[in-house]
């Protein structure tokens, strides 16, 4: 299983962004998905989760800029984020389950500038 994301880059404040992440491979048993980022010098933290049924789940300081969706067709994960700030700037992971075993992006990098 490999996962692909993409979508980051250098935005200004204020800005939306759309990050997607393919799962190719063996990916008919995806279930549970998630995006994580992780911050120059801070660890690694979850921003949202989505069942395969759709039912998501955001931490608690992510609730209303983050919108994370799925679309099993295509075996992709997107996070949509609204209103970027200078503290969004993060590398962003899509993280998913397949069967009992958790799988990892490379990452995408978001830069948010003021």
């Known amino acids: 299983v490999q996962l692909q994301a993409s979508g980051g880059g250098l935005v200004q404040a204020g800005d939306s962004v759309r990050l997607s992440c393919v799962a190719s491979g063996s990916v008919s048993r995806l279930t549970a998905a998630a995006w994580h980022r992780q911050a120059p010098g801070k660890q690694r933290e979850l921003v949202a989760r989505?069942?395969?049924?759709?039912?998501?789940d955001y931490a608690d300081s992510m609730e209303g800029r983050f919108v994370i969706s799925r679309d099993n067709a295509k075996s992709t994960i997107y996070l949509q984020i609204n209103n970027l700030k200078p503290e969004d700037t993060a590398v962003y992971y899509c993280?998913?389950?397949?069967?009992?075993?958790?799988?990892w992006g490379q990452g995408t990098q978001v830069t948010v500038s003021s």
């Open positions: 989505i069942s395969r049924g759709g039912n998501t």
């Open positions: 993280n998913v389950a397949i069967g009992t075993v958790s799988y």
